[in-house]
């Protein structure tokens, strides 16, 4: 077996890695001083030569030097990477999967003071206020870290290292790629480690058994097994099952649901597990934000759109005869477990449609999630094994989600303007404007965001505030994924008027969100001809600048 010791600067990943390896025999792996010797350089002088992109592919090339992780029950290697190598998500795919790891935990005015008294002084405190840089550091990468085992690294040598050996005889349980803890819940993304860390968010919020709310798809994809991992670590497993898709979001259901919790006596501290898609979290998260006036939940998400999008932020809601979502709360989830696991048995037509979504987050500004689509993303849409063994279907869902998590952390409640939650709306007044003239019968969302978000840069480009290259590069983008391409039957006026009853008016105008070089700006001044003219054109399966 591997282990990984991960942790900031003067952590004592060296002190500690040395000393576990010489114990057991091991190979101990410096990764900085491998990378090093293949150059021929220090890194300060590596970063002088070529910047911090040349040391990171350096880097990412060492990472993947390393090969897989065996299965020998001996320790073999104990890996000691640099403090910000696990920042790059394919970097943590490699050294996390199949190995144990521990996170060096060290309170950042302990940090500071090791490294000011180190013999070689880091840049990292150097300058003013380098101890408010040790702790921004700190909070930057905790969320990588704490994927981790936490072992508290203030304590002597030998008591960290004691810590660490304790982790050797307990075997990996799938891969924690990222653990966060946020204002909106915690955020927890793996592969193959739904029911491990279902256990563990269990068991912080004090929880008796697990109660689980599905629908019958979901449960015989994935629910059936999690709770099986459950049973195997000794819980009680008790089951709320919900129609499958939309029949789920209705008060009638919610009733019977909500009766069925009383017939099991639940208590107003324990947590509702919600185990599905989109479609699944609005009622379940509803029947949490009502029941006994607001009891904790748990999203666990088993498709691509919600594992990047509609299980992040906290909206609940059930539909009425006159709207969707039109009965709701703001309940934001104790913790939302992000399996990508869960994702390899999806239809093609259903990871496609997501990632109309997943381009969205991109044109807010993520360039590299940008970067990450255009190399990898017609594969994921694809469902091809190769971008799930590769990690790239991981670091997509990680960096589209994690964009999600901050927009929504600066905006939890849609009250913030151009920079807040309403720049989510991207595409999105075309799109809904799509589903109701459809009736939302035939398009899945993903696939109307992406009609709308070509839409959007269209309109963009007329009124002058998306470049040319940029709009041409968000289309292309969607053209390689195949989305948003084809003509559809519905009549552009019908759709035009549509848009007038999208819920993003403010003082009885409507408001745009359009892509700009590098985010969105939020207009409403927009007038019909350019509306009228995209609309024309996608619903036409025109490209931009074709005529209708």
């Not at 991960?6 to 004592?12: D, I, M, Q």
């Not at 009680?236 to 979001?249: D, I, R, S």
């Amino acid at each position: 077996m591997d282990l990984v010791l991960v942790g900031l600067p003067g952590s004592g990943k060296s002190a500690c890695g040395r000393r576990v390896a010489a114990r057991h025999g091991a190979a101990f792996i410096d990764l900085d001083a491998e990378i090093e010797a293949e150059a021929g350089r220090s890194i300060p002088d590596i970063f002088a030569d070529e910047g911090e992109a040349g040391f990171r592919r350096r880097e990412r090339a060492a990472v993947a030097g390393l090969g897989p992780a065996d299965d020998d029950a001996r320790l073999r290697r104990v890996i000691s990477p640099g403090g910000g190598a696990v920042v790059d998500p394919r970097n943590r795919w490699s050294l996390y999967r199949g190995r144990r790891v521990a996170w060096l935990d060290v309170r950042p005015e302990v940090l500071y003071q090791r490294l000011r008294r180190a013999h070689v002084v880091r840049p990292l405190v150097q300058g003013p206020d380098p101890l408010g840089k040790v702790r921004s550091l700190a909070a930057a990468r905790e969320r990588f870290y704490a994927a981790g085992v936490r072992i508290n690294a203030v304590a002597e040598v030998a008591s960290v290292v004691h810590q660490v050996e304790a982790l050797l005889g307990a075997p990996p349980s799938g891969t924690t790629l990222l653990h966060a803890t946020t204002p909106i819940g915690e955020v927890v993304v793996g592969d193959g480690m739904a029911a491990a860390a279902l256990d563990g968010a269990l068991r912080r919020l004090a929880a008796r058994r697990a109660v689980i709310v599905s629908e019958p798809g979901a449960w015989s994809a994935a629910g059936e097994h999690i709770a099986e991992g459950l049973r195997g670590g000794g819980w009680a497993v008790e089951t709320v099952m919900l129609p499958a898709g939309e029949a789920a979001k209705q008060l009638a259901v919610i009733e019977d649901a909500a009766r069925q919790l009383a017939r099991l006596r639940l208590e107003r501290s324990e947590p509702l597990v919600a185990i599905g898609g989109g479609a699944l979290g609005d009622p379940a998260g509803f029947l949490a934000a009502a029941f006994a006036r607001g009891i904790p939940w748990i999203q666990v998400p088993t498709t691509l759109v919600a594992q990047v999008d509609s299980a992040i932020g906290g909206k609940t809601g059930v539909d009425l005869p006159e709207g969707k979502n039109l009965l709701g709360a703001f309940h934001q989830p104790a913790a939302i477990v992000v399996d990508v696991a869960l994702l390899r048995s999806l239809p093609e037509r259903q990871l496609r449609a997501a990632m109309g979504e997943i381009v969205k987050m991109a044109a807010l500004g993520d360039e590299s999630l940008f970067t990450a689509l255009e190399t990898d993303g017609a594969a994921i849409a694809r469902g091809d094994p190769s971008a799930f063994a590769s990690g790239a279907a991981a670091e997509v869902v990680e960096r589209a989600g994690w964009a999600k998590v901050e927009v929504v952390v600066a905006d939890e409640r849609e009250q913030g303007a151009a920079g807040g939650r309403i720049a989510l709306n991207l595409g999105h007044t075309v799109a809904h404007a799509l589903e109701a003239v459809d009736g939302y019968a035939s398009l899945l969302h993903g696939e109307a965001v992406a009609y709308g978000l070509r839409a959007a840069t269209r309109i963009g480009a007329a009124m002058g505030v998306t470049p040319v290259p940029r709009a041409a590069r968000i289309e292309r983008l969607l053209d390689a994924l195949d989305l948003g391409r084809a003509p559809l039957p519905f009549p552009a006026e019908a759709v035009v008027e549509a848009t007038g009853t999208d819920k993003k008016h403010a003082g009885g105008r409507l408001r745009w969100v359009l892509p700009t070089a590098d985010g969105v700006v939020v207009r409403d001044d927009v007038p019909p001809g350019p509306v009228a003219a995209a609309v024309a054109g996608v619903l036409a399966g025109l490209p931009a600048g074709g005529a209708a």
